[in-house]
């Protein structure tokens, strides 16, 4: 055998002997009992609570009363509002726009000429109704004393020309058919004919009149001008839409709510005149503004597509009645309350009936199967419940054990198992949702 290979299997042997003293002189290892590590959970606040429910939707603000503003006459432009433009809010009775007066004021003089030549004929009728009874009476006089003055015809006599004596010959002037004189004799036909013809001028006038008032227009109610299209010097015609006016009195807000929703609350469908009470919050600059409001009506009929009942709400004092929600620095710099747009998308909250024993929880502490996850003496605890109401942030939830009380975990486990020991990192105070009396629950642990 070479060097070589001598010195390889020195080199070998050397090896396996430092290995070998290695393993006979290493420590031998130290037993510690192994400890199962209990998966951490986040939890919240978990309590009963009693009181009226709170039904919550959302909807879009739409005005309650609109008008279309228009010319009601023709003619030409000769005064426009300035405030009357899209944006800007004019209050009741304001002048919104004249047409030219012209034409109608000449029509109201010709009718009052009209109406002063009736009074003449009407004067006159009367002076020959009284004419002629005299006239007949003295007729009948000289008849009834059988004077033979009655059977000569008085050239300055109307009614013996109307009515000539019996005894004249039939050639010379027709026999009346009977003693009574006739209507045309009376001349109360003719002052009936003239009466009506002052009444006939009479309404001339107030047609010429009524239209000399329309030339100017003014708004019905206070509100915000949504569109306009007047300008001086236009001509219009009778019926031409110029603008319209968005009342601000008060505005709605169309709720849509499911079957099961509607019938959390009382009277909703009925009639009964009682208000009840709801609000309405919006964002705006990062701020959150409530607004006071009620419902005003609900719709009889089913939506036949969404199968939700609408419901509508009316918010009083849009402009003005809003009040500040959200709280911080932000908030302390808010000097009022924005006004209350219209085509806004709002949340709404209508007073529903009042439980007993109920919980608010976040929509995402809610499982499958509608059963949600409590931790009770350090221990996982899965309870099934019953969903009153359930919406994109809160689900309003009921179970026998609620009073119990416990720490509700709000984040996922991989594999969840009833009575498996948890930990809990921190305990999140879950805001109110709901104006309820809180009862005081078992001791969380």
């Known amino acids: 055998m070479t060097r070589q290979g001598l010195w390889a299997l020195g080199l070998i042997g050397g090896a396996i002997v430092l290995a070998a003293l290695m393993i006979m002189l290493r420590p031998e290892p130290v037993e510690q009992e192994r400890v199962e590590q209990a998966p951490l959970v986040e939890t919240a606040v978990f309590t009963a609570a ?245 419902v005003d009506r609900a719709d009889g009929i089913l939506d036949p597509e969404t199968r939700t009942i609408d419901v509508f709400l009316r918010v009083p004092n849009p402009l003005g009645g809003g009040r500040l929600v959200t709280s911080g620095e932000e908030a302390a710099a808010a000097s009022r309350a924005p006004p209350l747009l219209l085509g806004s998308f709002v949340r709404a909250e209508i007073t529903g009936t009042s439980l007993t024993s109920f919980a608010a929880i976040p929509a995402e502490a809610l499982r499958s199967g509608n059963t949600i996850w409590v931790v009770r003496g350090g221990k996982l605890r899965i309870l099934p419940v019953r969903v009153i109401q359930r919406t994109d942030d809160t689900a309003y939830i009921a179970t026998p054990s609620l009073a119990t009380g416990g720490r509700l975990v709000t984040s996922n486990l991989r594999t969840p198992t009833e009575g498996m020991p948890v930990r809990m990192n921190k305990v999140v105070q879950s805001t109110p949702v709901v104006k309820s009396t809180v009862k005081k629950s078992a001791s969380d642990e």
């Open 50 to 294: 009693s009181g009226p429910l709170l039904v919550q939707g959302a909807g879009t603000v739409q005005p309650r009363e609109e008008v279309t503003i228009g010319a009601e006459v023709s003619g030409r432009l000769t005064f426009v509002n300035g405030n009357f433009r899209e944006g800007s809010v004019v209050g009741a009775g304001t002048i919104l726009f004249r047409i030219d007066t012209s034409d109608y004021r000449n029509r109201v003089r010709t009718a009052q000429a009209d109406v002063a030549a009736q009074d003449v004929a009407v004067l006159q009728a009367k002076q020959e109704v009284t004419i002629a009874e005299a006239e007949l009476e003295r007729f009948a006089q000289r008849r009834a004393s059988g004077s033979s003055l009655a059977t000569v015809v008085d050239v300055d006599d109307y009614a013996s020309r109307i009515l000539p004596p019996a005894g004249m010959p039939k050639g010379d002037r027709a026999t009346p058919a009977s003693n009574e004189p006739s209507q045309l004799a009376t001349r109360e036909p003719q002052l009936r004919s003239a009466r009506a013809a002052r009444e006939r001028a009479a309404a001339n006038l107030a047609d010429a009149r009524l239209l000399l008032s329309r030339t100017s227009v003014s708004a019905p109610f206070g509100g915000i001008v949504r569109s306009e299209t007047a300008a001086v010097g236009t001509l219009v015609q009778a019926g031409q839409a110029l603008g319209s006016i968005v009342s601000t009195a008060s505005y709605e807000v169309r709720v849509s709510l499911t079957e099961a929703e509607a019938a959390l609350i009382p009277g909703l469908l009925r009639s009964n005149g009682s208000r009840i009470p709801a609000s309405v919050y919006t964002d705006f600059g990062g701020l959150t503004y409530r607004w006071e409001a009620f």
